[in-house]
């Protein structure tokens, strides 16, 4: 599904915006103008040969061992492919482990590395200039079964879209997830299983985030999260993650996206990794200090050459919903919906068809 072309240039039209993207440009090493430039429009872009293939070869081939081992698939038997997760979700979609490895990035993938830091501005923005930024050996796997009849193309009315973060309260400035960062570790082609993008999203999420200084709970764009309907209904354009084995993928932290169906026997194996910033994102810099290409990117979705965001409340870590007892699920459905019920007050209320896609609702808030 090729992108819109209007898309891949800037379309905001001001001389504090054009100085501002220049001067961030000027600053990236790896990162080129036409890179940049398509990230800033459009919220994504794929870092060719990011890191080597043998490496993602290496991490592949742990993945199929660990699939071996715990959930008895054969990879040259695509009949078992199945087999983690029986008849949930994606054939073969299991997030394996791999191995206690860590590799610190510098070494591993300096370009991987230095396009992240492109991103945020420069290594100086990651805690200890990025020299702690590790990749583990973490597979994401979604193997595929041939003509699965459940595939669909990309559109909105879909369960599991998401955005990232179930870790700590969403703010316009959130340092905890700097970027969403995709590592390929196999080709991946279209229809074989790659993550789905609601690529103009970061317009409704910033604008969401801009209205709302007090936050977000993670549990209201995460899993069955009852704003995400709401988000992408003001979504037209979708997309799928495709390319090969040692590119990665870079999203901004906003973008919506959701695991596909694979309805293809080409074994499809990513991860998902989140750098941290040490300090919140500012959306009105000094021209010394230039914008990371994500603050950019936020300021082209909102049409805003800068903004000078205020956070109404402090910063909050949660424990993700999974890991939850059952003492802190019932405080943290208490809270949620008290948040609920606010945002219906201020006529932010889920679409009708939120509840046929397995999402949350906050419809039972609204006033007859
Ligand atoms: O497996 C995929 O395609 C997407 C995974 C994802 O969204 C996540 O790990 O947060
Ligand atoms: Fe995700």
């Not at 001001?14 to 080129?32: D, K, N, P, R």
């Not at 036409?34 to 459009?42: I, L």
């Not at 080709?187 to 993008?197: A, E, V």
């Not at 019932?330 to 949620?336: A, F």
Request: with cysteine.
């Amino acid at each position: 599904m090729p992108l819109a072309e209007p898309h891949d240039r800037l379309t905001f039209n001001s001389s504090e915006f054009e100085q501002a993207f220049e001067a961030t440009v000027g600053e990236c090493s790896v990162i080129t103008r036409e890179e940049a430039e398509r990230f800033v429009a459009n919220g994504f872009v794929v870092i060719k040969g990011a890191f080597s293939r043998d490496y993602a070869s290496h991490v592949a081939a742990q993945a199929w061992r660990e699939l071996g081992e715990v959930h008895g698939v054969d990879q040259n038997d695509p009949t078992t492919w199945a087999r983690p997760r029986p008849g949930q979700g994606p054939s073969g979609y299991a997030r394996l482990k791999g191995s206690d490895k860590q590799h610190q990035l510098q070494s591993l993938a300096p370009r991987a590395f230095q396009a992240q830091a492109d991103l945020v501005g420069g290594a100086h923005r990651f805690p200890f200039n990025g020299e702690n930024l590790k990749w583990g050996e973490g597979v994401v796997s979604n193997l595929g079964m041939l003509d699965d009849p459940r595939w669909q193309p990309p559109a909105g009315k879909q369960p599991g879209w998401h955005k990232d973060g179930w870790h700590f309260r969403h703010f316009l400035n959130s340092p905890e997830q700097a970027t969403v960062t995709v590592p390929l570790y196999s080709d991946i082609q279209p229809m074989s299983g790659g993550t789905y993008l609601a690529v103009d999203s970061v317009g409704p999420v910033a604008r969401l985030l801009l209205d709302s200084p007090a936050g977000l709970h993670p549990d209201s764009v995460q899993g069955a999260g009852y704003l995400i309907p709401g988000l992408v209904d003001q979504c037209r354009e979708f997309t799928e993650l495709t390319g090969e084995a040692g590119d990665m993928v870079l999203l901004h932290p906003y973008m919506l996206h959701r695991v596909s169906i694979n309805p293809s026997t080409r074994p499809r194996f990513i991860a998902n990794m989140a750098p941290v910033l040490t300090e919140p994102m500012i959306f009105k810099r000094e021209p010394d200090d230039p914008y990371s290409l994500v603050e950019l990117g936020t300021l082209h979705a909102l049409g805003q050459p800068s903004y000078d965001f205020q956070q109404e409340r402090p910063m909050q870590g949660f424990k993700p919903s999974p890991f939850r007892n059952e003492d802190e699920k019932r405080k943290e459905t208490v809270h949620l919906r008290e948040e609920m019920r606010e945002f219906a007050e201020r006529g932010i209320v889920s679409p009708s068809w939120a509840r046929d896609c397995g999402y949350m609702t906050n419809g039972e808030f609204v006033a007859n």
